[in-house]
């Protein structure tokens, strides 16, 4: 199955090579490119080489390659998927990884450990409410750092030849212009994104658990049950 997948511009990264490995092919498109903020990212790395931060959560590859290469210590480091994991170790920074794909896990997975402690978190210009209050409500303290913008590009996908299209974030859902007659299989990456493709009348056909080959993984268990319905 051909599949266009939602990328931030020049950062579809191995996608290609990770959906050939499940059978498919993959391009990317791009409705979202980032925006650095650099006088946030020096001012974020000053106070983590200060040692103003008990703990460091990186929710997506992107802040993590921006932040690490600038930093010579750190305190305790975690990733949200072994994807974002990976960029921080290519840096030589050792991370623990969440459960799942998702951020309302990591209150959870630090426990009573989070109490007083001063938590920093690079990441986009876009509001994670739920992240912050569970920080704050469970004695943390969480310092959120936005050190890019996500800008609509407003450019129409071309989602021509293409037999799906992969939704890697509520946003790229929200800023997609596309063809909303497209024949194609409408993909969420995860619990997230497929609520908002919901809420806006659009509902998924594949459900995946936040990460690319588990998405991938329940795209093949759909297509497989498909086909057998087709058989009967």
């Known amino acids: 199955m051909r599949i266009a997948v939602t990328r931030l511009i020049g950062k579809e990264k191995d996608d290609a ?44 590859a992107l802040p993590a390659k921006i932040i690490a290469p600038r930093i010579s210590r750190w305190p305790r480091v975690i990733a949200i998927g072994p994807r974002t994991a990976m960029t921080l170790g290519h840096f030589g920074i050792a991370a623990e990884t969440l459960p799942s794909f998702y951020s309302r896990d990591f209150v959870p997975y630090l426990g009573s450990w989070i109490q007083g402690k001063r938590i920093g978190i690079p990441r986009a210009d876009v509001p994670n409410p739920l992240l912050i209050e569970g920080i704050s409500n469970a004695g943390g303290i969480p310092v959120e750092v936005r050190i890019y913008n996500l800008i609509p590009t407003r450019d129409v996908l071309d989602l021509s030849g293409a ?57 093949n268990a759909y297509l497989s049950a498909r086909k057998q319905l087709a058989g009967d």
Not at 33 to 39: D, F, G, N, V
């Open 17 to 60: 090579a990770r959906c050939a490995k499940y059978g498919h092919e993959c391009y990317p498109v791009s409705p979202l490119r980032a925006e650095i903020r650099e006088e946030r990212v020096a001012s974020f790395a000053k106070a983590v080489e200060a040692n103003e931060f008990d703990c460091l959560f990186f929710t997506s």
């Open 163 to 219: 037999e799906a299209i992969l939704f890697t974030s509520a946003m790229s859902f929200s800023t997609a212009v596309y063809r909303k007659d497209a024949p194609v299989l409408k993909i969420a990456i995860g619990e997230s994104t497929g609520a908002t493709m919901r809420n806006s009348g659009v509902i998924p056909d594949v459900t995946g658990d936040g990460s690319l080959e588990g998405t991938l993984q329940a795209l």
